[in-house]
């Protein structure tokens, strides 16, 4: 038996892409170059912007940019070291600057994504003149977030949930050696559960919603959170 997990850019030349300083990102542009960029910055840590697709509408009167962030998604895997908050940052910096044309730019952000656009907004508002915040994550300290991390903890990190993928770890093709442990959150991630903590009470995501998870940018970036909730 052996599994296949989709390759980031750096194993497939077909995938598109933007190069700043050095790295790759996984990006999709739609629209016109004179329409008012629109930059779509995913959930996670870890998930790509697959699941946003749906915003590929909004080029009817937008230039819509997509990006996997540094370490996700089809993105290419790093070393922790780059897996951090203010590498995020600076890269969504990177991102406007390079398709602003000079211009105020909008964003939209979910989850994380949320989180990185209000930490960008404290920083650089004029760059941005509109923003869209989709349930964002952990943008204060407090009971709320102890709250999630303990419904977090039971419906997603239980030992059996992980267990049924584990078997499969010796059998996922290895390319930059990140393959098995994406694979496996992954496969956790597109678990279709109506509910809480993700979900409101009797909606549930669609199936495969997700391509490729990066678990290491996830462990690094938020596995602190659940492990020190404040």
């Given at each position: 038996?052996?599994?296949?997990?989709?390759?980031?850019?750096?194993?497939?030349?077909?995938?598109?892409?933007?190069?700043?300083?050095?790295?790759?990102?996984?990006?999709?542009?739609?629209?016109?170059?004179?329409?008012?960029?629109?930059?779509?910055?995913?959930?996670?840590?870890?998930q790509g912007y697959d699941y946003m697709y749906a915003l590929k509408e909004l080029s009817n009167e937008h230039r819509i940019i997509f990006y996997d962030q540094r370490g996700a998604g089809l993105s290419p895997r790093v070393d922790k070291e780059y897996l951090t908050l203010e590498q995020n940052l600076q890269d969504l910096d990177q991102m406007i600057k390079y398709f602003s044309n000079g211009s105020?730019?909008?964003?939209?952000?979910?989850?994380?994504?949320?989180?990185?656009?209000?930490?960008?907004?404290?920083?650089?508002?004029?760059?941005?003149?509109?923003?869209?915040?989709?349930?964002?994550?952990?943008?204060?300290?407090?009971?709320?977030?102890?709250?999630?991390?303990?419904?977090?903890?039971?419906?997603?990190?239980?030992?059996?949930?992980?267990?049924?993928?584990?078997?499969?770890?010796?059998?996922?093709?290895?390319?930059?050696?990140?393959?098995?442990?994406?694979?496996?959150?992954?496969?956790?991630?597109?678990?279709?559960?109506?509910?809480?903590?993700?979900?409101?009470?009797?909606?549930?995501?669609?199936?495969?919603?997700?391509?490729?998870?990066?678990?290491?940018?996830?462990?690094?970036?938020?596995?602190?959170?659940?492990?020190?909730?404040?």
């Amino acid at each position: 038996m052996r599994i296949h997990v989709p390759k980031t850019v750096q194993f497939d030349s077909s995938l598109p892409y933007t190069e700043m300083n050095g790295y790759k990102f996984h990006t999709e542009v739609f629209g016109k170059t004179d329409k008012p960029p629109v930059i779509i910055v995913h959930g996670g840590p870890g998930q790509g912007y697959d699941y946003m697709y749906a915003l590929k509408e909004l080029s009817n009167e937008h230039r819509i940019i997509f990006y996997d962030q540094r370490g996700a998604g089809l993105s290419p895997r790093v070393d922790k070291e780059y897996l951090t908050l203010e590498q995020n940052l600076q890269d969504l910096d990177q991102m406007i600057k390079y398709f602003s044309n000079g211009s105020k730019v909008k964003l939209i952000g979910h989850s994380w994504g949320g989180l990185l656009v209000v930490g960008y907004l404290s920083r650089q508002p004029n760059m941005v003149s509109q923003a869209v915040l989709v349930e964002p994550t952990f943008l204060y300290p407090g009971a709320p977030v102890k709250e999630w991390v303990e419904k977090f903890k039971k419906e997603f990190l239980s030992f059996w949930r992980i267990a049924r993928y584990l078997f499969a770890y010796p059998f996922v093709i290895k390319e930059d050696g990140h393959e098995g442990y994406d694979y496996i959150a992954t496969k956790l991630a597109n678990e279709s559960r109506p509910g809480p903590p993700y979900n409101c009470k009797g909606q549930s995501p669609p199936p495969n919603m997700f391509k490729r998870l990066g678990y290491r940018a996830y462990q690094n970036i938020f596995q602190p959170i659940i492990n020190d909730p404040k």
